[in-house]
């Protein structure tokens, strides 16, 4: 079916969430932006080990050296340490001023989570849908690339939210309209820390991965309907977690403050012998 869908060049040098005011870029550096990317947003954290080059290319779909030189890119700015003999590691995350979708990077996590659900539900129903109808073979053969990497992550959430990513902006993308991937892009981004806290959790890669199955069938079949109800169950999988994530944050914070019986403890003062 010739849908007009973009070329895999087109993915390249347009992913949404990259900035659409960017000129060409070659493979190299859209891939070390999409990693400063995801330092930026919080989802690789400094200390974190980055997948091997190998896993790296399986996530975005590029060569090995394509991501040598990309990882090079990040060492020269500082943003990892690459070791002879040991994973390269996140140092860093001052990243500076990158431009991303239409937002810069945590911007969105400022609006109430009940309020960005609303605003990606609604906005992603149309994308997805539109890209059921649209797709090529061709992405639909990387979309089910991505899917069987993700089957072998295991539960590694670093692995598994770099391929979640390629995924969700692949088929955004495939909408057509460069403007309203950006836009579901960037509310995808919503609270990205937490849900790889999510994602840490035992089963968490295992179910999310059958939720991209789901969505894969419905796009080969070019079943806008299914695609959209796959992409919605989806959506209230990961708010149900973000919240369950939130409340158990907000538990902690809690007892910190009060103590484990509950009972708010004011703080000792100094006291000072008279003289």
């Not at 002879?84 to 995350?93: C, F, L, N, P």
């Not at 500076?96 to 992603?124: F, K, S, T």
């Not at 969700?168 to 950006?182: R, V």
């Amino acid at each position: 079916m010739d849908t007009g869908t973009p070329s895999r060049s087109d993915l390249i040098a347009h992913d949404p969430g990259l900035g659409a005011g960017f000129g060409p870029q070659s493979m190299r550096e859209v891939v070390f932006r999409k990693i400063a990317l995801q330092i930026a947003s919080g989802m690789l954290r400094i200390g974190d080990a980055l997948p091997g080059e190998r896993g790296l290319a399986d996530a975005f779909g590029v060569s090995r050296e394509t991501v040598r030189g990309a990882v090079q890119m990040l060492a020269a700015r500082g943003l990892v340490d690459v070791t002879h003999g040991a994973r390269t590691r996140v140092i860093s995350d001052e990243v500076g001023a990158i431009e991303v979708g239409v937002m810069r990077p945590r911007e969105v996590n400022r609006y109430d989570l009940d309020q960005v659900h609303a605003a990606r539900r609604l906005i992603e129903q149309q994308v997805v849908g539109d890209a059921a109808e649209r797709i090529d073979n061709a992405t639909l053969a990387r979309l089910s690339t991505m899917v069987a990497e993700q089957s072998r992550v295991g539960d590694d959430p670093v692995r598994f939210m770099l391929s979640d990513r390629e995924f969700h902006s692949t088929i955004y993308l495939a909408c057509g309209n460069l403007l309203m991937a950006e836009l579901v892009m960037d509310l995808y981004t919503y609270m990205i820390a937490l849900r790889r806290s999510a994602m840490a959790e035992p089963g968490a890669v295992a179910r999310s991965t059958g939720d991209h199955r789901r969505i894969l069938a419905g796009l080969k079949a070019h079943d806008r309907a299914a695609v959209q109800a796959a992409f919605a169950d989806h959506l209230d999988n990961i708010t149900r977690t973000t919240k369950a994530i939130l409340a158990r944050a907000n538990d902690e914070d809690t007892r910190a403050a009060t103590g484990e019986d509950g009972v708010a403890h004011p703080a000792e003062r100094e006291t000072h012998s008279p003289g």
